[in-house]
């Protein structure tokens, strides 16, 4: 099925470091979410963006909708241990949410 | 607040058995949707109902597979023979629907092995 280019798709850094994802799409989305997931279990909502622009902070988290409302950033400042895991985005058009591939965070303490 | 409960969380069974998945939402949601979740990638959708309507089901393969949300509240995901490719992470998320505001929030899935 169709799926969205995310990059990087895994990361290594230094717990204390600062880290920057985005999520493209050759369409345009009205909705953008960005969601964590840790191994055996379902992905948790992380930051949900619904305006060309729009930038939205959730704690450290800080995710932005892009102006051509084709691409979503995701930003994480002093990353710690526990933000190892996986990074989704998932784009809406009309109806139907379009999940990224993931980015792979591993967190080095 | 309770979040989206699937059972069972795991199970393994032989191809050509079938299985069935259920799920109940957080109270008060409209919107129910099943994923598909394979090793390494992003969820894919299967189905989506609004209340007990299914309104996307373009993606489900209807020669094995089956859905229902009766009452408009749980909902069962069936395969029905089940194939060596079916194994993987079926999840269950769940919206309150309100226009334009339609975040989705998942369960915790359930991992199928089919031998």
């Known amino acids: 099925g169709q799926q969205l280019n995310q990059s990087p798709q895994s990361m290594f850094i230094q717990e204390g470091e600062d880290v920057s994802m985005n999520c493209t799409s050759s369409s345009i989305f009205n909705t953008w979410l960005w969601y964590k997931q840790d191994p055996g279990e379902g992905p948790v909502l992380l930051i949900a963006?619904?305006?060309?622009?729009e930038l939205t902070s959730n704690g450290r988290l800080t995710a932005q909708f892009g102006i051509t409302r084709k691409d979503s950033f995701l930003n994480i400042s002093a990353s710690i241990p526990s933000d190892v895991g996986i990074y989704f985005c998932?784009?809406?058009?009309?109806?139907?949410?379009?999940f990224g591939t993931g980015t792979r965070l591993k967190v080095l303490a | 607040e309770a979040g989206v409960v699937q059972s069972p969380r795991y199970k393994i069974i032989e191809k050509k058995q079938p299985v069935a998945f259920w799920c109940n939402p957080i109270s008060g949601h409209n919107t129910l949707y099943w994923y598909l979740q394979n090793l390494g990638q992003g969820p894919e959708l299967l189905i989506r109902?609004?209340?007990?309507?299914?309104?996307?089901d373009s993606q489900l393969p209807k020669d094995r597979f089956s859905a229902e949300r009766l009452k408009g509240v749980d909902s069962t995901l069936k395969i029905q023979p089940a194939e060596l490719g079916d194994s993987a992470v079926y999840l269950c998320?769940?919206?309150?629907?309100?226009?334009?505001?339609?975040?989705?929030?998942f369960g915790p899935g359930t991992r199928l092995t089919v031998l």
């Open positions: 109902y609004e209340n007990e309507e299914a309104v996307d």
């Open positions: 963006l619904y305006k060309a622009g």
């Open positions: 998932a784009g809406r058009g009309t109806y139907k949410y379009i």
């Open positions: 998320a769940s919206g309150p629907g309100r226009g334009g505001m339609d975040e989705q929030f």
